[in-house]
């Protein structure tokens, strides 16, 4: 076991790494901005060291500083927890060469699961039913053309290197094509420094469905089931639960199965997300996979009783897996919601008040809350909108619906807005609390656009 991790991340995942470090007595080295110099992290890590002004640039995204920090700590291995550098294969090369352990995928395994294109050709080796379309990239427009006519429009265009719904443009006819595949292209370079794009048959109306993962690093691999993840805005997920109403027990076993085959097939090690399309008629189709720990694992961590933090630590120390697949056994429904510095009145625009004068979070049975900030807190502007997420867990989906709505009604946040009163609006809904959710649920029931 690791003697010092550095947690390289902030807000409520450094948290939630510092919480797995306490109880697996490892110590912890927490990071930060000049912003977030009051963060409860800071307060509760073992060491805390500041790496930089406030733009992310400049602190969360300096490896340098990083680096440095880890040395000055003695810390021998980094959690990257999720976003900034946490699917970066540069990054964790440059972990290994100073002798730090990277807490995720190997290097060249998360460059290979990170291209999108070579991902979908491993994956469909390893019996993953795929979304008709390319299983390499398209690098000119007539070929883009030549494709989509053969497949039909609309069509979408992803970014090789994307991910986090970024990267993404769906093509409804063959006259917007030239722009919006040059567009796309142009924001593939920029947000990703790789130009690269592939092309699928765009699946208009689905559910977002996506199997947790375990993997050690001697070729063993068991799953936690699957979360339904369809409440978007934007491509952006607000809602998950945990498991999927939308499955049967046979699709079930076959998702999750080929998933943790998949991930094996592509030497996959930690803990990780493998993403589907489940179309309105049944069928699944494989996405992507997420070589990180994902927001949303809270709800697999509720159904299965297993910590998600605390295994990635353990794989990444050597460990080989403690857990056969018989031994996980996923009881209850859960839900998480995600509470963001937005005003949902305001077309879900960022409150940059900043402080929080009031935060009350809700208690009670199964009701777990996963957070960094406290009354008196200013919410920094330059980073991420998540202050929260409230996840709860009950014996059945319609429990765990009622329980959310209890939870919610509990939580008290005075001086900045929050997505608290549209999650209410969510939890109350009859087509939600039916199961009635695709991907277009907010366009079709709550009349917000889904540009």
Known sequence: MFNKVLIANRGEIAVRIWRACQELGVKSVAVYSKADAGSRVVQLADEAICIGPAPAGRSYLNVPALIEAAHMT?????????GFLSEEPDFAEICAENNITFIGPSPDVMARVGDKALAKRVMKESGLPLVPGTEDTVDSLDDADDIAQQLGFPIILKAVAGGGGRGIAVVHNRDDLPRIYASTRATAQQL???SR?????????FRHTEVQILCDNY????HLGERDCSVQRRRQKLIEEAPSIHLSPEQRAKMCDTAVAGALAAGYSSAGTVEFILDPNGNFYFMEINARIQVEHPVSEMISGVDLIKEQIRLASGQPLRYTQPDIQLRGHAFECRINAEDPDRDFEPDKRGKIEIFTPPLGPGTRVDTYVYSGWTVPPFYDSLVAKIIVWAEDRPSALDRMLRALNETTVEGISTTVPFHRRVFSHPEFRQGNVFTDFLVRHMNMASG
């Open 74 to 82: 003695g810390a021998d291995a980094l959690h990257p927890g999720y």
């Open 192 to 194: 990703f420094k790789d």
């Open 197 to 205: 794009v592939y092309l699928e048959k765009f699946i208009p109306i």
């Open 219 to 222: 070729g063993h691999g068991i």
